[in-house]
């Protein structure tokens, strides 16, 4: 399997954040999850990653332009974890299932905490 967080010359960002979002949701869809629509970018301004709750669904919305891919996909799998509101331990374990459904090394507990506390 490709990992999701290897550059590859003739890919776009965006179509890296289409197949990511391909992805996770099938990962998340296997687990039982409620799977949110993807987009980018948010329409906070700064915000590197937001959620809104719509009628039809979550969707999670992350920043692309100038950020290390992995930070992304790492973005996208939290904004999985926030949009079916699932606690600890669940949340770990959750978090770890779709981080290697796309290849990516778990982000440190302070790295996350960090980014919570930004998109709160």
């Known amino acids: ?3 999701m967080s290897t550059e590859r010359p003739t890919e776009r960002p965006t179509e890296r ?3 990511a979002a391909r992805r996770l949701g099938a990962a998340a869809r296997a687990a039982g999850l409620t799977v949110p629509a993807f987009r980018s970018p948010p329409r906070r301004p700064g915000a590197p990653r937001t959620i809104r709750r719509l009628p039809g669904g979550p969707v999670v919305a992350v920043v692309l332009r100038g ?3 992995d930070d992304v996909l790492v973005d996208m799998v939290e904004g ?3 949009a079916n509101r699932l606690r600890e331990p669940a949340a770990a374990r959750i978090r770890r299932a779709l981080l290697d459904a796309l290849d990516v090394a778990l982000p440190s507990p302070a790295r996350v905490a960090e980014r919570q506390t930004q998109a709160a």
Do not use: I, P, T
Request: aromatic share 16%.
């Open 1 to 3: 399997m490709d990992r």
């Open 17 to 19: 954040f289409a197949q």
């Open 67 to 69: 950020r290390v891919f």
């Open 80 to 82: 999985v974890v926030v």
